[in-house]
């Protein structure tokens, strides 16, 4: 061990040892084919680590959220993150997400690979909820602008539990890790998207072929359109793939509700 009885306090130094000690006698990786309920995410074994493929990631993140102070204005800031976090938590468990978390001013879903259109109905479905609802209503209660920054992507993960079995009879002293692309390229692409935009990745995209997900439904000229842009992220080293596809439409006011549910069934066909 590299740091000496001199540099730290014996408890600390043993905490390092035995974690160092676990990386040295390598992982046991057990594939599975979706994403497992929590409780079958691994603790006990500090070994073991789950290997999901082709795991959906959907990022939906707070534009403007710096502006809100817990310091001098509480209540409001309080309720943002509420009606934002609480709203996009609870749409997400709707569309049937096997994992959502919370980070920070940021909620990201978990979608199986054979749940593609039912995870882009969602990212919509929070841009209409954030667009049209969440939005006007903080500018009125505070005079702030805020908005949204929404990301997708898909590729394998492995996952377990990383924390405390239990602690004095608690056990929210641990947390899933997804370890893999993901989670951390859905979040580099909300982060690169504006205001209500939707990016995705090129490997996403592609299992998103239907014509109800790449053309509009006409509204309001009758002419149905193309609905996503491509994006060049050759230059950019932050991401794994070359290009991106963004959206920027929300659901139709006429349309939409039938456009959600046919979306959502084509995972069925």
Same mark, same amino acid.
């Not at 043993?14 to 929590?38: A, C, L, Y």
């Given at each position: =061990?590299?740091?000496?009885?001199?540099?730290?306090?014996?408890?600390?130094?043993?905490?390092?040892?035995?974690?160092?000690?676990?990386?040295?006698?390598?992982? #046991?990786?057990?594939?599975? $084919?979706?994403?497992?309920?929590?409780?079958?995410?691994?603790?006990?074994?500090?070994?073991?680590?789950?290997?999901?493929?082709?795991?959906?990631?959907?990022? !939906?993140? =707070?534009?403007?959220?710096?502006?809100?102070?817990?310091?001098?204005?509480?209540?409001?800031?309080?309720?943002? *993150?509420?009606?934002?976090?609480?709203?996009?938590?609870?749409?997400?468990?709707?569309?049937?997400?096997?994992?959502?978390?919370?980070?920070?001013?940021?909620?990201?879903?978990?979608?199986?690979?054979?749940?593609?259109? @039912?995870?882009?109905? #969602?990212?919509? +479905?929070?841009? +209409?909820?954030?667009?049209?609802?969440?939005?006007?209503?903080?500018?009125? &209660? +505070?005079?702030?602008?805020?908005?949204?920054?929404?990301?997708?992507?898909?590729?394998? !993960?492995?996952? %377990?539990?990383?924390?405390?079995?239990?602690?004095?009879?608690?056990?929210?002293? &641990? $947390?899933? !890790?997804?370890?893999?692309?993901?989670?951390?390229?859905?979040?580099?692409?909300?982060?690169?998207?504006?205001?209500?935009?939707?990016?995705? #990745?090129? @490997?996403?995209?592609?299992?998103?072929?239907?014509?109800? !997900? %790449?053309?509009?439904?006409? /509204?309001? #000229?009758?002419?149905?359109?193309?609905?996503?842009?491509?994006?060049?992220?050759?230059?950019?080293?932050? *991401?794994?793939?070359?290009?991106?596809?963004?959206?920027?439409?929300?659901?139709?006011?006429?349309?939409?509700?039938?456009? /959600?549910?046919?979306?959502?069934?084509?995972?069925?066909?």
């Amino acid at each position: =061990m590299k740091i000496s009885e001199t540099q730290l306090p014996e408890m600390f130094r043993e905490v390092i040892q035995e974690q160092i000690d676990i990386f040295n006698q390598g992982r #046991s990786i057990q594939g599975q $084919n979706s994403i497992p309920d929590t409780t079958d995410i691994p603790i006990e074994n500090p070994r073991h680590w789950l290997k999901i493929p082709d795991v959906i990631c959907v990022f !939906v993140d =707070m534009k403007g959220s710096t502006q809100l102070s817990a310091d001098a204005h509480d209540n409001s800031t309080a309720g943002a *993150f509420q009606l934002f976090s609480g709203t996009i938590t609870k749409l997400f468990s709707a569309f049937e997400s096997p994992y959502i978390d919370i980070k920070g001013d940021g909620v990201f879903a978990l979608f199986d690979k054979d749940q593609p259109y @039912r995870a882009l109905a #969602s990212a919509v +479905t929070a841009k +209409t909820f954030i667009n049209e609802e969440f939005v006007p209503i903080i500018k009125d &209660q +505070t005079g702030l602008d805020v908005g949204s920054h929404l990301g997708i992507d898909q590729k394998t !993960v492995l996952v %377990r539990k990383l924390g405390f079995k239990r602690y004095r009879g608690r056990t929210d002293r &641990q $947390n899933e !890790v997804w370890a893999g692309k993901p989670v951390n390229m859905a979040a580099k692409l909300a982060g690169l998207s504006n205001d209500n935009e939707l990016l995705v #990745s090129d @490997r996403f995209f592609k299992n998103i072929k239907h014509d109800l !997900v %790449r053309k509009s439904c006409g /509204c309001p #000229s009758g002419e149905k359109k193309e609905l996503w842009t491509e994006k060049d992220l050759a230059e950019d080293n932050r *991401f794994d793939f070359d290009t991106a596809y963004a959206l920027h439409s929300n659901w139709c006011s006429i349309h939409g509700k039938k456009y /959600c549910e046919d979306i959502i069934q084509l995972d069925e066909e």
